[in-house]
DNA sequence: GCCAACGTTGGC
DNA sequence: GCCAACGTTGGC
């Protein structure tokens, strides 16, 4: 089992999106970073658990958790002419980008912001909390997930 | 809206 | 292969 952290922009898709959706399943499209796809299509299994965090807003933080459930995909939007995320690099018969869906499994009774997860020494070495960090799915280890759990 | 950090692109 | 220019991310 491993354990992720997935960022949105809750303006575009928040928790609370993904909590009211038919089955509260959605996927997890339009990552066009390297690393982030590599995790992805390398190293995601169904059934690990992500963090859903909520970046670009009021109170950046950790919203509620979520549930990779399926196995890695191309990403269709990449081949979609007519859409915001097409990449004329990925090709049906050679994908460049991948996809997950994700279920909801819950959402937090408070936002864990940034700025708390920050206070804490314990998570001083957190990818998420590192200088400069821009990506936008990131493995979170099993020490991690379990202090931050109990933050709630 | 600003801007630091970082990834990508493309000329050479 | 280098690197300047450019675009994007995302906190503030």
């Known amino acids: 089992m491993n354990y992720w952290l997935l960022k949105s922009e809750p303006d575009v898709f928040s928790i609370t999106d993904l909590k009211k959706r038919p089955g ?26 992500a963090f859903f ?34 990449d004329p690099k990925s090709k049906p018969d050679s994908p460049a980008w991948y996809l997950v869906e994700v279920k909801f499994v819950k959402q937090f009774k408070r936002i864990i912001s940034l700025n708390e997860l920050r206070q ?19 493995p979170v280890t099993a020490s991690e997930w379990q202090y931050i759990l109990k933050l709630e």
């Open 24 to 49: 509260q399943t959605e996927p997890w499209d339009g990552i066009r970073n390297y690393q982030a796809r590599n995790f992805i299509r390398d190293d995601m299994r169904s059934g690990d658990l």
């Open 53 to 86: 965090y909520h970046s670009n807003c009021d109170v950046p933080g950790i919203a509620g958790i979520l549930k990779v459930a399926g196995a890695a995909r191309p990403d269709p939007t990449a081949f979609d002419q007519n859409h915001i995320h097409f």
């Open 120 to 138: 804490h020494k314990a998570l001083s070495n957190m990818r998420l909390l590192q200088k400069g960090n821009r990506l936008s799915v990131m």
